[in-house]
């Protein structure tokens, strides 16, 4: 049982590139999640999937689209990458979005740099 | 709006020391109190959680955490750390369906 697994691990990119970054869950879960992690900053939410075939804007949206692909997948695009995009990504999901005793399970991470 | 503040973010202890991380949050209605864990290296994991009930909740790996609703704080506590504790800790209150996560505390064990 993989959990939620995140691809790739590592990438650099050039300022302007594009990249889509991977996430697929395998515990029939509801709800995706995207979020960013930058030093002191904790976790902020860029977008969240509460169910498939529908994606909402979280805190910090500007400069990503995500899609929920099916249940189980839910990528993140950069479409033109700045620095300030730098920092490390995370996918998690949830049973559902909003319900008691639900916690969000997490992925190893994806560290982007962008110069 | 709504937002968590972690008092502390760098704590450094010897091993067998007693440890308390502080977790405020500011909301006025009913929450679901997160903390979850990064050890070095892995993805984040949860440690406990409170819903409802009793205040005093038991996670994993002997932590415990008091929820005080007077105080709107969540703190993290465990009587004697050991080395293998080295990690991040994070505090996350969910509230009108928003998770809001604190900065959170790195938290270091000196063998």
């Known amino acids: 049982n993989a959990g939620v697994t995140q691809t790739p691990k590592f990438q650099v990119l050039k300022t302007g590139q594009s990249m889509t970054l991977q996430c697929a869950q395998d515990?029939?879960?509801?709800?995706m999640y995207w979020y960013r992690q930058d030093p002191g900053m904790g976790l902020r939410l860029i977008y969240y999937?509460?169910?498939?075939?529908?994606?909402d804007k979280g805190e910090v949206p500007n400069g990503y689209n995500v899609s929920r692909l099916n249940k189980r997948e839910f990528s993140l695009r950069l479409e033109s990458a700045a620095p300030s995009q730098t920092s490390v990504y995370f996918c998690?999901?949830?049973?559902?979005?909003?319900?008691?005793?639900?916690?969000?399970?997490f992925g190893d991470g994806t560290r982007l740099s962008i110069l | 709006a709504q937002s968590v503040s972690q008092h502390n973010h760098h704590v450094i202890l010897s091993e067998a020391a007693s440890l308390e991380l502080g977790c405020n949050y500011s909301?006025?209605?009913?929450?679901?109190l997160f903390w979850y864990v990064q050890y070095p290296g892995q993805h984040l994991q949860l440690l406990l959680k409170?819903?409802?009930?009793d205040p005093l909740v038991k996670g994993i790996k002997g932590f415990e955490a008091e929820f005080i609703k007077s105080k709107f704080s969540f703190n993290l506590r465990k009587p004697s750390v050991q080395w293998s504790d080295t990690a991040e800790y994070f505090c996350a209150v969910e509230g009108n369906y928003q998770l809001i996560w604190g900065a959170g505390t790195k938290l270091i064990i000196k063998p």
């Open positions: 515990m029939n879960h509801n709800s």
């Open positions: 909301y006025g209605g009913t929450v679901n």
């Open positions: 998690a999901s949830s049973e559902s979005r909003g319900i008691r005793n639900q916690p969000q399970h």
């Open positions: 409170y819903f409802s009930g």
């Open positions: 999937s509460a169910s498939e075939g529908t994606t």
